[in-house]
């Protein structure tokens, strides 16, 4: 089949396309990575037999997706963001109040959204087969042989292999943005469904200020009170990268860093324990067998999972993040009920980190691949396409993505390099794949 692959985020799903489409390569499939954004304006223009997007939480991207499908073109869900342990955000997800009847898989991480979907009459169980989490496949054979060790991370990031490393994972989007541009934050909120499940969109941005500036003087308390400690600064890919680089000016030299272009994987091998909020990131240094601290130094936590937060030692305070962070250095042994609790957390929300999950979304490719086949069904005639496609739309897109999307980057990033909401290099480019496609590609051999 032809697909054509979205690609959200350049910095936490583009290595994980790039592996998908090599596969799928492999497997007969003619795979196209697309830009966010970008997506159904080039479905219309190249009219493949599937589209692969992260989510439909929006109107007009379902009315996109209907409209493609009486042309014969099919869309795929495959998520790419969040462990939805909450009930509303699992709500929202699995698309209660939304019209899915024309997606034809909606591969779903674990069981539980997958159970969720069919109780909520969504769609049928059987067009949503569960995968697990094609990106934590970099964790394992053969894909964990790109990881960098600990020296090698340490000397990228100017920080001491033979002092203790504390990673601090961030994961507040919702302060950055609101304080970058609150309009337009608001107005993404609502049409996300956001309002939905968390509430109102000031409120929780409020608290989410308030979490992110009580968790920096937390750190900042932790290197001061333990000199031997140095702290690498992982920002969460949709966070504000110039509030982390204002406040992290003052932070003693030689014993901190902030990470501005760099996957999660390529940083978390340095870490002696990882500091979080309730984010994937955990999850993933638990596959790791690293510790991790739940810091959650605002009463209300108002975005916290205790399920989650189980396979974490918590800290609400300073004093609490600096006894966690001298007993992880000094390798106190974890307490089973913390290590089952990872473990059930892993199992339950990411079906089988096994290293299989980009395999399990190609046999669903080619389990639809055969159905097409036996129904007769493919893309309708170039002319009916541009009859029906948004012309005007497509035209702006494709000047938009000349040279490899350099009118798009200009307005975007203007001469700051950030965006409006202050993420750096979020969109990637086809020239950002190539450098992946070369290291993986042997992988294979």
């Known amino acids: 089949m032809r697909v054509l692959l979205l690609v959200d985020h350049k910095w936490r799903d583009l290595p994980g396309a790039a592996w998908l489409a090599l596969a799928g390569e492999r497997r007969g499939h003619r795979v196209r990575l697309v830009r966010n954004g970008f997506h159904w304006e080039t479905a219309w223009r190249l009219r493949p037999d599937v589209v692969v997007v992260n989510h439909l939480l929006e109107a007009p991207h379902r009315q996109q997706m209907m409209a493609l499908a009486q042309l014969g073109v099919d869309t795929v869900v495959l998520p790419t963001e969040g462990i939805p342990t909450l009930t509303g955000v699992r709500d929202l997800h ?20 997958h159970d969720r979907m ?45 002092r203790p490393v504390v990673v601090w994972a961030t994961n507040f989007p919702a302060a950055g943005s609101w304080e970058r541009d609150p309009y ?93 909020r309730s984010c994937t990131t955990g999850v993933e240094a638990w596959i790791l067998g690293q510790r991790t601290i739940e810091l959650q130094p605002d009463p209300a936590m108002h975005y916290y999972s205790p ?22 250095i000094a390798g106190e042994p974890e307490s089973q009920s913390v290590l089952a609790a990872r473990q059930a957390f892993i199992s339950r929300w990411c079906f089988r ?26 893309p309708a005639a170039p ?20 040279h490899d999307y350099r009118l798009h980057d200009r307005r975007l990033y203007g001469r700051s390099g950030l965006d409006r909401l202050g993420r ?12 992946w496609f070369d290291r993986m590609d042997p992988l294979f051999a």
């Open 94 to 113: 699995a698309g209660v109040g939304a019209d899915y009847s024309s997606v034809a898989r909606f591969c779903a991480w674990n069981q539980p959204m």
């Open 118 to 162: 069919v109780e909520l009459g969504v769609m049928p169980a059987e067009r949503i087969p569960v995968v697990g989490v094609p990106r934590f496949d970099l964790y394992r054979p053969p894909l964990d042989r790109l990881l960098p060790d600990r020296r090698s991370v340490c000397q990228t990031f100017g920080l001491d292999p033979n």
């Open 184 to 276: 337009f934050y608001r107005h993404d909120w609502r049409r996300l469904g956001l309002d939905r499940t968390l509430g109102d969109c000031e409120t929780f941005c409020l608290a989410d200020i308030r979490c992110r500036d009580a968790s920096l003087a937390a750190v900042c308390s932790l290197v001061e009170r333990m000199p031997a400690v140095q702290v690498l600064v992982k920002p969460h890919p949709g966070d504000d990268l110039g509030w982390f680089r204002k406040h992290m000016a003052g932070f003693p030299t030689g014993r901190a860093a902030l990470v501005e272009q760099a996957y999660i994987w390529e940083v978390l091998p340095a870490a002696d324990v990882l500091v979080k």
């Open 307 to 328: 399920e989650h937060a189980a396979g974490s030692h918590m800290a609400t305070d300073a004093d609490a993040l600096v006894r966690l962070v001298t007993a992880a």
């Open 353 to 378: 980190a096994d290293g299989r999950s980009t395999e399990r979304f190609l046999d669903v490719l080619d389990g639809l691949a055969a159905e097409r086949a036996a129904a007769g069904r493919s």
């Open 383 to 402: 002319d009916r396409c541009a009859f029906q496609a948004p012309i005007m739309r497509v035209m702006r897109q494709a000047v938009l993505s000349f």
């Open 424 to 435: 750096l290099d979020k969109w990637h480019r086809d020239r950002d794949a190539e450098p």
